[in-house]
């Protein structure tokens, strides 16, 4: 019901300063540096007095925005999110002046016309709702399909970066964007069922099952989320999401499939378990120490640091001047033997193919999830041809 509070709320009033509840809205500030100076300017000696406005306090948009986040408590808190962004309007009482942002534009007391985070950027607001700013009514367009899972991976990644107190609230803080994401999605395609899965979303799993961490990452010691979902990480997800039509798939709808333990009435909230069933092309990768030499090799990154290479011998030669590279999810977690199931290849800048990473489980024949890997060659076409005559597999990933 919290996405029914805030949603049908006129207006959200924020104390954005404050560091607990008892903070209150208003500070101590000097009126001056936010009062409209006049300044009367005759352009002629015969001329009429012309009266224009100016602010002391900030002369630009980037020094407003700056303003805005460096006095910001609220914004770095993971519950408040989905307060803030299912809210219609938000009223926020900053530490230098007052700040508003709804749908439709953003302003303060220093800027009353608009505040954006980038005039060079498509003037996209402070209020980053993509998936709420959507038309309603159905639809059946792939471009409106894409735009809207986008709008959800920009949330994702703006959620993960804030703080949890409690670590196992990581998929109920953001319960309530999530059921309200999928009554957006039940308006505009009725015939579908739209799972939610930790976090994920069964109509565009292959997809979102492609997410990497940019920084370094730990996966959290207490069970919160199966490996394939970003909710067991602690860091901030990136996302693959360019057009479906530029891609060829490795593993199709029918063989990528996913189903969770819930542990109350509601699927957007905690889970006690999950299992990815994955049937693919089964590469097996081979790691070792970077003092070692190997004829070939991809450069393992450690998240942004050099870490051990990796073989796979049954992939084609990779190119000159092209990036290969393997993103794991827990900079601690390198096993020495892994496998890696490519999900798909496109073309969009580079040939580019994308997909999993993962170690089995001790004495199971499960895996987990252990990383991520990006690889560029020169021809698509060779890649598909190399890889399409590999040996496929069923995996249970956990």
Known sequence: MMQCVY???YVTIAASTGANDRAGLFRD???RAMARTIVRVKPSADGEPILYLHSCAHFDWGATLYSFILDNKLIERAWCVQERLLSPRVLHFGASEVFWECHETTASESNPKTVLWDPDMGKTPWKPVIILQAPRGR???DDDRSAIFRGWYNIVYLYTQCQLTVASDKLVAISGLAEDMRHMLREKWPEMQHRYLAGLWEEDLRSSL??????????????????????SVDNAPAFHSLADNRRYWFVSEQQCKANTECQ??????QVRGGQLELTGIFVTV???LATQTKPAFVRCFRNGI???PLTMPALPPYGRNLHQEVWFDDKDDTPESACFIPIFVDNFRRVELWGLLLARVKETEEYRRVGFVCLQFESKKDVIER???????TVIVI
Do not use: I
């Not at 996966?219 to 490996?227: F, G, K, V, W």
């Not at 109350?264 to 909230?269: A, E, F, K, R």
């Open 7 to 9: 949603r049908n709320a």
């Open 29 to 31: 500030r000097e009126p």
């Open 139 to 141: 639809s059946t367009s």
């Open 210 to 231: 492609c997410w990497y961490t940019r920084v370094p990452g730990k996966r959290s010691l207490d069970y919160r989320a199966p490996s394939w979902s970003w909710a």
């Open 264 to 269: 109350g009435p509601s699927d957007t909230g």
């Open 286 to 288: 081979d790691m070792f």
């Open 306 to 308: 050099n870490g051990v």
């Open 387 to 393: 890889l399409e005559s590999l040996e496929r597999r």
